[in-house]
């Protein structure tokens, strides 16, 4: 190792921001997975009957099924019944009905954690839903929203309150028999996000969703669900962060995106979930499955990612391309340091006429970490026309970390274009002396270089998280210089 | 305001730089010149404070304090000023982003409140100007794509914008036609002054027929060979480097067109 590199080593030993345990009473389930927990947890909801029956038959597939271990990762495995599979902060009443009914050490937590639920959110014009632990909190901004008929809420509201459109869409992208993460997720899922877009409407503002796991032993399963109809716009961000603890915590998600002809959706994430120590001790699980269809013709879905944290990410969003002309994009940030282990990327399956896709990811790795991509990039029969755009890019920083790319083709369609770059680069200890020599400090020089770096992907995020993603990576690098 | 005593340096366990001995005051120009691998770059590297050099003997003092304790950023913000022969790229940070951080670190070394992006921009725009450079060229990345001449410009430009104590000039007159060469001499004429010192190291003698030095010295197998003013750089171009019982693999007078200079 350079001298240069074991500055930079010492200063990618870095402080988790977030990590502080927010004090307030809850409600929790006694670890263990059940029919009856799974019954219980249909009840606390007030869900109506098809749900319950749902998440039974997804359940008792889930309990056929293995747990994946293709994915370039190692972790011990999880025993699924030592995880609480409901946490809800106590309330008085039923649900708060405004903000102000919301446990002030909640909104505290929120502000700590620099969600802009009352002025801030208001001043980006931010509308954010925020999930804390299991349930949904607070949203935000309801009523501009309504008034342009969009449908912003909790997916536990949604259950109850347009069950037509949560039977006709939930589980349609991504069934529970997709994956052993999707399906323990269905049978699961205790809370997240609803969003209805109807005919030709633009999403007046952002929205937002704010994930946080708080409680011990707790697994958090949201399940997000964006229909975006004829020709509509939406644009959606979501951000998470968790407490520091010694054990691992697991976070199963399931995102279905669902865009009808003309319409389209932005789908962003920041996620900075607890990484574990630098030795690798804790830090959270993060096994998500995100899908788009986009079933319309000239729809369109663009995942936008830039993921800091957990101790373990296994991510995929993808997209299926059916209708004709469709469109899929995917720009990911992937950064991992001390013990981390990234394994993500995306799908793009090409079903329909001239559907194009496009690839970006950049991967960023220091300390020991190890961070893949893993893309396939699938063209049907009937994809007359179909063209995608890959180009994947690892950075390392250091060189006991470990970088790999692993991009699958498939083709059934002789006429379908795929161009593929890939490249691999150091942060050289040449450019580390050019910045120095020029007064910029190691931990500077090496955020500056890894914001290059991942420039063309953050130009992809909305404006007032692309400065917050160039902090995070600041913040995710320091003690990262090698 | 510097001195150099019997410094010896090494780059992986091969010594380079063989007891080296300058002083250099305030206001004064001095020139290097030797064969390529006489160890001209590893003094200006081992002045900026390259860790990939080590320094094995000897002393570097700059304002009477210890110059080789310091760490590069220190010494960078202490005003010592490297001219990169081969400036490296940074790719998707732009010009602009990169010289403003290193402006605005040493604004904040000394106290003084940082500059906002349109005062910057305003100063960035005038030396850009000064030499030659389109100011279009500020939002491209740091060296990305930029032809030889640009690169050297813009290291001159970066000079002018920090207005360095010591600046140390790596064959920024090399790669360079004679228009380019005109352009970049005059920014490194404008950059002397009273309390400046300047150090320029070349290959060739024809940078200085435009920027003329108070000093000028011979560099062969890392040790000063022969001092002189002026006229021992234009006797060298007359006479060779043989001349000095020096070995080289091309000869002096060859140089004035030459743009191969390493
Ligand atoms: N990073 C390095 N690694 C190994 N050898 C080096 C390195 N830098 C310079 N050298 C060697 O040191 C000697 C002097 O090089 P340099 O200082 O670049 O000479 P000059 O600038 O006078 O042409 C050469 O023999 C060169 O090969
Ligand atoms: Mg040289």
């Not at chain 1, 994430?269 to 120590?277: F, K, L, M, R, S």
């Not at chain 2, 160890?39 to 700059?62: C, H, P, R, W, Y």
């Not at chain 2, 060739?204 to 435009?210: F, T």
């Amino acid at each position: 190792m350079t001298t240069a590199n074991k500055e930079v080593n010492e200063l990618i030993k870095r402080e988790y921001e977030h990590g502080f345990v927010t004090d307030i009473e809850v409600d929790t389930f006694e670890p263990g997975l059940n029919e009856d927990v799974i019954t219980r947890l249909s009840e606390i909801k007030k869900e109506p009957q098809f749900m319950l029956e749902w998440r039974l038959k997804a359940y008792r597939r889930w309990l056929e099924m293995e747990e994946p271990d293709w994915a370039h990762l190692g972790y011990e495995r999880i025993d699924y019944n030592d995880i609480s599979y409901y946490s809800a902060p106590k309330r008085k009443e039923d649900m708060p009905q405004s903000l102000d009914e919301v446990d002030p050490e909640l909104l505290k937590t929120y502000e700590r954690l620099g969600i802009p639920l009352h002025e801030h959110a208001k001043l980006a014009g931010v509308a954010v839903d925020a999930v804390f632990d299991s349930v949904s909190v607070a949203t935000t901004f309801k009523e501009p929203l309504a008034k342009a008929g969009v449908i912003f809420c909790s997916i536990s509201e949604a259950v109850r309150d347009y069950p037509e459109l949560v039977q006709k869409y939930l589980g349609t992208v991504v069934p529970h028999t997709d994956n052993f993460f999707a399906g323990l997720n269905a049978a699961v899922f205790s809370d997240g996000t609803f969003v209805y877009v109807p005919k030709g409407v633009r999403c007046p503002m952002e929205l937002s969703t704010y994930f946080r796991i708080n409680a011990a032993n707790t697994g958090q399963f949201e399940r997000t669900l964006i229909i975006a109809d004829e020709g509509s716009y939406v644009s959606y961000l979501e951000g998470c962060t968790a407490p520091m603890r010694d054990e691992n915590q697991l976070h199963a998600a399931v995102v279905e995106l669902i865009a009808l002809d003309d319409a389209e959706i932005k789908y962003s994430t920041v996620q900075n979930w607890y990484p574990g120590d630098e030795n690798g001790k804790g830090g959270i699980y993060n096994f998500v499955t995100k899908r788009a269809a986009c079933i319309g013709k000239n729809s369109k879905v663009s995942w936008t990612q830039v993921e800091t944290g957990s101790a373990i990410t296994w991510k995929y969003p993808s997209c299926i391309l059916r209708g004709e002309g469709s469109v899929g994009e995917f720009y990911s940030v992937a950064l991992t340091h001390n013990y981390q282990q990234a394994d993500t990327g995306t799908k793009m399956i090409h079903l329909g006429k001239n559907t194009t896709s496009t690839i970006i990811s950049k991967g960023i790795s220091a300390g020991k970490s190890s961070n893949v991509y893993r893309g396939l990039v699938k063209f049907g029969p009937r994809a007359e026309g179909a063209r995608n755009f890959t180009e994947c890019d690892s950075l390392l920083i250091g060189d006991q970390c470990g970088a790999h790319t692993f991009p699958y083709i498939e083709s059934l369609n002789k006429s379908a274009i795929v161009e593929h770059e890939a490249t691999t680069s150091k942060v050289s200890d040449e450019q580390m002396f050019l910045c120095r020599q020029r007064g910029i400090d190691m931990e500077r020089a090496v955020s500056m270089i890894v914001n290059g770096f991942c420039k063309d992907v953050f130009k992809e995020l909305p404006m007032e998280f692309a400065v917050e993603a160039g902090k995070l990576l600041e913040v995710s690098l320091e003690g990262s210089v090698g | 305001m510097l001195s150099i005593k019997n410094l010896h340096a090494s780059v992986e366990g091969k010594e380079i730089l063989k007891g080296i001995n300058l002083e250099i005051k305030a206001g004064e120009v001095h020139a290097i010149m030797g064969p390529n691998g006489s160890g001209k770059s590893t003094l200006a590297q081992v002045l900026a404070g390259n860790d990939a050099f080590e320094v094995t003997s000897g002393s570097v003092t700059m304002h009477g304090e210890d110059l080789l304790e310091k760490a590069t950023e220190e010494r960078a913000r202490d005003g010592v000023f490297l001219a990169f022969q081969y400036p490296v790229e940074i790719p998707g940070v732009s010009n602009l982003q990169f010289m403003r951080t290193s402006v605005n670190a040493m604004r904040h070394h000394r106290g003084e409140s940082e500059m906002n992006a349109a005062e910057f921009m305003k100063m960035a725009r005038e030396i850009s100007k000064q030499v030659d450079l389109d100011p279009a060229f500020l939002k491209r990345g740091v060296n990305e794509g930029f032809s030889g001449g640009e690169k050297k410009r813009n290291e001159i430009m970066q000079a002018l914008m920090l207005q360095p104590k010591l600046a140390i000039l790596d064959e920024t007159d090399s790669g360079l036609d004679i228009d380019a060469l005109k352009v970049v001499s005059d920014g490194v004429n404008a950059l002397r002054a009273e309390d400046r010192a300047i150090l320029m190291v070349t290959h060739y003698q024809r940078l200085l027929d435009h920027i003329v030095p108070d000093f000028v010295h011979v560099l062969a197998e890392g040790k000063i060979v022969k001092s002189g003013g002026r006229e021992l750089a234009l006797e060298l171009e007359e006479r060779g480097y043989a001349w000095l019982g020096i070995k080289d693999d091309e000869t002096a007078a060859s140089s004035a067109l030459s743009n191969s200079a390493n």
